[in-house]
């Protein structure tokens, strides 16, 4: 599929500056073990007949700054990689480990609801500064505050440890290992050929004609928010192949920046090339050193 927009267009996005807040939260046990009123033994054996067991659990939330204790449920699939693995093995007839129940992982959960942006900012300078983060807690809080709502998810937060009166009304959540894992997609993507990506229908994007420059704005989807930082990733992902933008990943390990080449260009920057010249150098000479000693003996 060849490029075919070639419009100056601008992208709607506003983002909503929320003050997020980083919690510890570490599993309880078994959804069911924290519902009040529920037979658990009437409830294994619905489970053995429709052959679906119950894949949540209860998670206990502790805020960072305050150490305050709030309570919720996820389902297995919403966990780190590893921790759904490890709770995926045990029977739901049996109780979640102990040993498990130590482990930890982050969560960020908004302390309000926030304000949108009176005007439309730049989307590009949040991607670049979103591929930047490189797995670090302290500066995702940094950026989520300064740039607001990530996606539409939410949790329900009970203040006590029982969870049958859970609160319906959901907190706006960000779980950072899917971030990072988003991270990676997105710079694959941004790689790869076009084709995949611009085929996909939820990934179009709808342009609106406006009286000021530059005349043209787009959003993912006519009902996409412009608020959310994920939508407006999307949309400069569905921009930039739509215009035949071409991007790599230096080759230099543990870099992973994302760079538009010049011809053959494989680092992002001289000083990344320069290191991996010296590099290339040191184990050049390595060689000979090794290969002397052999001679030697």
């Given at each position: ?191 790869a050929a076009p084709e995949r990506w611009l085929s996909q229908p939820e990934k179009r994007i709808h342009i609106v004609q406006k009286a000021q ?85």
């Amino acid at each position: 599929m060849s490029p075919t927009f070639v419009l100056p267009v601008m992208l709607e996005f506003r983002p909503r500056r929320m003050d997020w807040t980083a919690y510890d939260a570490t599993i309880a046990g078994w959804r069911w073990e924290y519902r009040t009123g529920v037979d658990p033994y009437e409830v294994f054996s619905f489970w053995r007949r429709s052959k679906a067991p119950d894949n949540a659990v209860a998670v206990r939330l502790c805020s960072r700054s305050s150490q305050q204790y709030v309570f919720t449920t996820m389902s297995l699939r919403e966990l780190p990689p590893r921790l759904a693995k490890l709770c995926g093995e045990p029977s739901r007839e049996a109780a979640i480990p102990e040993w498990l129940k130590r482990e930890s992982f982050p969560m960020l959960l908004a302390r309000s609801p926030g304000k949108p942006a009176e005007e439309s900012v730049d989307p590009y300078k949040m991607r670049d500064e979103f591929f930047d983060l490189k797995d670090d807690l302290d500066r995702l809080l940094v950026f989520v505050r300064k740039w607001g709502l990530w996606d539409t998810r939410e949790l329900s937060i009970c203040p006590e440890e029982t969870l049958e009166p859970i609160s319906r009304n959901g907190i706006p959540c960000i779980l950072p290992h899917l971030i990072w894992r988003k991270q990676t997609e997105y710079r694959k993507v941004l790689c790869a050929a076009p084709e995949r990506w611009l085929s996909q229908p939820e990934k179009r994007i709808h342009i609106v004609q406006k009286a000021q420059k530059p005349y043209f704005f787009a959003n993912q989807r006519p009902f996409a928010d412009p608020e959310i930082c994920q939508n407006a990733i999307v949309a400069t992902i569905t921009l930039d192949h739509l215009t035949g933008s071409r991007f790599r990943i230096c080759a230099k390990p543990g870099c992973n920046r994302l760079f538009k080449p010049v011809r053959r260009q494989k680092h992002c920057s001289r000083a990344c090339a320069h290191a991996m010249a010296v590099q290339a150098y040191r184990d050049r000479a390595k060689k000979k050193v090794a290969k002397g000693k052999k001679r030697g003996r």
